[in-house]
């Protein structure tokens, strides 16, 4: 289990870096190629190019 959270931990700090640093490119790498986002006021975004 620690390795899973030691996994988890470095995405969350990869999407801080990259959010403090406005990487687009670097926060949607962050995710699946197929992930869905929902935002915070309920829009979608699928796929990690629209992420991006």
């Known amino acids: ?4 959270e030691q996994v ?3 995405i969350l700090q990869q999407i801080e870096t ?3 640093r406005y ?3 670097s926060l949607a790498a962050a995710f ?3 992930a869905n986002f929902i935002q915070i006021f309920g829009g ?3 796929g990690r190019a629209a992420i991006e």
């Open 44 to 46: 979608q975004l699928d």
């Open 23 to 25: 990487d687009s490119v």
């Open 1 to 4: 289990m620690a390795a899973a």
């Open 8 to 10: 988890i931990q470095g």
């Open 32 to 34: 699946a190629e197929d």
């Open 18 to 20: 990259a959010w403090n």
